[in-house]
């Protein structure tokens, strides 16, 4: 019988506040849901590890993200 390969997604996110442990568990499901249906994997062969870093160690569009803001965790 062949074994399932895992299918890992990081999910980096800026540590500092963020999102709390229920809206990541609601994304987290999303993006499984996405892939089986989308990409037809199985679905425990899916995982998503979601990975805090400071601002400074997240690259996009060529900047540093800023870390979260007091509001912004508050918010989230």
Known sequence: MPRDVGKGLPADRNR???RSAEKRLALGRAIVDICVELLG???RT???EFTPHPGEEILR???WVA???P????AG
């Open 16 to 18: 500092g506040g963020g």
């Open 41 to 43: 994997v199985p679905r």
């Open 46 to 48: 899916v995982m998503v």
């Open 61 to 63: 569009d060529g900047n």
């Open 67 to 69: 870390d979260w803001t």
């Open 71 to 74: 509001a912004e965790a508050v």
